[in-house]
């Protein structure tokens, strides 16, 4: 039987040969996190989330409020409208929708309406984030796409709001109208924005690099 590095040690003392005992590494080098592992990760997330705001754009614009106006006499959505809309349209919109139409418009606002600016959102914020390397500069343009999803959740509960008065004010008419124009508006320096941030990280990867041996005088 092998004696314990106890007995070892009282039979022959200093002499004794105690075997050397080393604990496993706790750390796998197989999972390590690698720059390029990140870059492709955010690669990946980029492009889902690309998918998916052009999926729920066109799902929204293209083909629900399309769909609705079928239940407004052929009267377009205010969220469609990229000029704004005056209170006289939104008295015929109103005259034209009964409550379930208008619950419909509601719904759409609460689902795919809240959805696409958040989705789109995030996406833009981490392209930007990615490819933008300059703070004052990435900051910047972090601010289009966030006033953008800010404007239109806040442009929905207007356009809700606007619909389901009682009796239509001005006002009602005038916030929903502004935040509608806003919102287009921030989408297309949103998309502008995001563009830029690629074309900058293309420039700077096609740049040459300077000499090796090169001395400013």
Known sequence: ?????????????????????????????????????????????LIAGVVASLFLFWYLHLL??????????????PDSL??????????????????????????????????????????????????????SLRWAMWALPVLFAAVRLWGNSAIDSMMSSDTLDAGQVALASSLTVAGWVLLVLSLAAGVAAVFLVRKRASAPAPAAGHVRS
């Open 64 to 77: 629900t409020l399309n769909q609705l106006t079928q239940l407004s006499n052929g009267l377009a959505m």
């Open 82 to 135: 990229v000029g704004g809309f005056d209170q006289g349209f939104v008295e015929q919109l109103r005259a034209a929708m009964d409550e379930d139409a208008r619950g419909q418009l509601n719904y759409v606002h609460k689902t795919a309406g809240t959805l696409f600016p958040l989705i789109f959102g995030f996406t833009w914020l981490l392209l930007i984030g990615t490819n933008v390397t300059r703070k």
């Open 1 to 45: 039987m092998a004696k314990t590095p106890a007995q070892r040690i009282k039979k022959h003392g200093t002499n004794a040969v105690v075997p050397q005992h080393q604990l496993p590494s706790v750390i796998n080098p197989s999972t390590s996190r690698t720059p390029q592992k990140a870059q492709s990760n955010s690669t990946l997330i």
